[in-house]
């Protein structure tokens, strides 16, 4: 679309496997007929809230059961999602995100599943979702929430992802990176916003900079400052602002014991 600027490298390439998976393979027979239902159960009583989970008080963290990354290669070996959901939630997240995407990042849908078998607390489904079909297959894997990359959704695709994911009874986190991302996510009723600290063009990770956006969001939205936490100093510093909801990955699936590690970031003030 004129006036935006083109997609970094790795998001193209992964944007485009993304388009040929779907095209490659025919939505399944049934499929939104089953994601109707999986909401409906969570109507019913069974859904776990993301926006809530991240509202108590102190800090929150959303621990990440992440296999590798384009940028930092393989982070555990061996890697055990139940294991790690487990001791995430031992260790006192606020919610476990799962990263689902398979040819960058080594994931697995199925993921999803097995980790809320494991765990009371609510899943954050993370891969680039770009298609209603996509949000489907999340409702039926019992994702309680899905991360939308806002600078992937072009024009009107972030508000339909938004109302479709809503009908699916799916709470968002719009993942942001800069003052245009922000702008256009204000524009919707999404209450979650994650700031990415690490710029998919480069890979480098500027939490000053994340800082300086997350105080230019409105206080009646939850920030969520994503990437670039590597222990309890970092924790600190943020809280320090105002910030305290978190995602972490790698300092995590990098640690001796996860669960341990968890705990010293959320004890950190």
Not at 116 to 142: C, H, N, T
Not at 200 to 225: I, K, Q, W, Y
């Amino acid at each position: 679309m004129t006036g935006e600027p083109a997609l970094p490298d790795i998001l193209a390439q992964i944007t485009d496997a993304v388009w040929e998976r779907l095209a490659r393979e025919p939505e399944p027979v049934g499929l939104q007929r089953r994601a109707r239902e999986a909401a409906g159960v969570r109507r019913r009583g069974e859904r776990r809230s993301l926006r809530e989970a991240l509202t108590t008080p102190g800090v929150r963290v959303i621990a990440e059961c992440k296999r590798r990354s384009p940028s930092a290669g393989w982070l555990r070996q061996p890697f055990d999602p139940v294991a790690l959901a487990r001791a995430y939630q031992e260790g006192g997240a606020a919610a476990i995100s799962v990263v689902t995407e398979s040819q960058f990042f080594a994931g697995q849908a199925g993921w999803v599943a097995a980790v809320r078998q494991v765990a009371s607390l609510p899943v954050l489904q993370k891969d680039f979702f770009l298609s209603r079909r996509q949000l489907a297959e999340a409702a039926i894997l019992g994702a309680d929430a899905v991360l939308l990359i806002v600078r992937l959704l072009r024009g009107g695709l972030l508000a339909e992802m938004v109302a479709a994911a809503a009908e699916l009874e799916l709470e968002t986190l719009l993942e942001i990176h800069d003052g245009a991302d922000l702008a256009r996510a204000l524009d919707l009723p999404a209450p979650l916003l994650g700031i990415n600290a690490r710029d998919l063009a480069t890979f480098t990770v500027d939490l000053p900079r994340a800082a300086e956006l997350a105080s230019r969001v409105p206080p009646d939205r939850v920030v969520v400052l994503e990437s670039g936490i590597s222990g309890p100093a970092d924790v600190r510093a943020h809280a320090a602002r105002g910030l305290r909801q978190f995602l972490v990955g790698e300092h995590l699936l990098r640690a001796a014991e996860p669960r341990e590690a968890l705990r010293e970031l959320v004890g950190a003030t």
